[in-house]
């Protein structure tokens, strides 16, 4: 089947607008996360959403940061008001849920640039 | 909180030539631990993990990690290396199931002919 998808692949934006990032995980994947690759920072949790639970949103950087995922599938990372600083790769990986650490599939992540 | 480090940030190695790509975490608990890949242009991939059991974790493209608990390392080695495992390679932990990856900042890989 299809693999994490993420869209778009590529975003500039002004620094002050708003940003919406979308991620389609594995059918079936009840867990859903957020990381952030950039330069000099590696790669950052932000969120993690994990089947009905409340998600756990201590990797987001500050409050400009939000995820929503709608009907246990899709999920959409916003960003208000973006600054230069928010420029990277934000990727999205999904996981089944089991006993032990499922693996997590990555997707190709959306490359954001603030300018 | 848990942390891994990747002592090497770049690489060089001679195709052919054997590579280690050194990973220590830190944690106080029991870990799961990974390596995964990123191909340039391309996003990650699992190459291998250590959830239990044997401490030698085999890849099929011949990468082997091996858990060392007193040592808290996890260091990535392949024999002979090819131009295609040009890459970053990163080292990740986590301390239970299904739980956000503490990633370490990569370690890129560059195979010369």
């Known amino acids: 089947g299809a693999g994490v998808s993420q869209s778009p692949s590529n975003k500039v934006t002004e620094k002050g607008k708003d940003v919406e990032l979308r991620c389609d995980p594995i059918?079936?994947?009840?867990?859903l996360y957020w990381y952030r690759q950039s330069l000099g920072q590696g790669l950052e949790f932000l969120i993690y959403?994990?089947?009905?639970?409340?998600?756990?949103k201590s990797g987001l950087p500050s409050d400009r940061f939000s995820a929503e995922r709608t009907g246990g599938s899709v999920s959409t990372l916003t960003i208000q008001r973006t600054q230069q600083e928010d420029s990277a790769v934000y990727l999205c990986?999904?996981?089944?849920?089991?006993?032990?650490?499922?693996?997590?599939?990555f997707g190709p992540g959306t490359r954001l640039l603030v300018l | 909180a848990q942390s891994v480090t990747q002592l090497d940030s770049q690489v060089p190695v001679f195709e052919e030539a054997p590579v280690e790509l050194r990973c220590n975490y830190s944690?106080?608990?029991?870990?799961?631990l990974f390596w995964y890949v990123q191909y340039p242009n391309q996003g990650l991939q699992l190459l291998l993990k250590?959830?239990?059991?044997?401490?030698l974790v085999e890849s099929i493209n011949g990468f082997e990690a091996e858990f060392n608990k007193s040592q808290t390392s996890f260091h990535l080695r392949k024999p002979s290396v090819h131009i295609s495992d040009t890459a970053e390679y990163f080292c990740?932990?986590?301390?239970?199931?299904?739980?956000?990856?503490?990633f370490g900042k990569g370690t890129r890989l560059s195979v010369i002919a």
């Open positions: 059918s079936g994947h009840t867990a």
């Open positions: 944690s106080s608990v029991s870990v799961y």
């Open positions: 250590y959830l239990s059991g044997s401490t």
């Open positions: 990740a932990v986590s301390s239970s199931g299904n739980t956000p990856l503490v």
């Open positions: 990986a999904s996981s089944a849920m089991g006993q032990v650490q499922e693996t997590q599939y």
């Open positions: 959403f994990q089947g009905n639970s409340a998600p756990d």
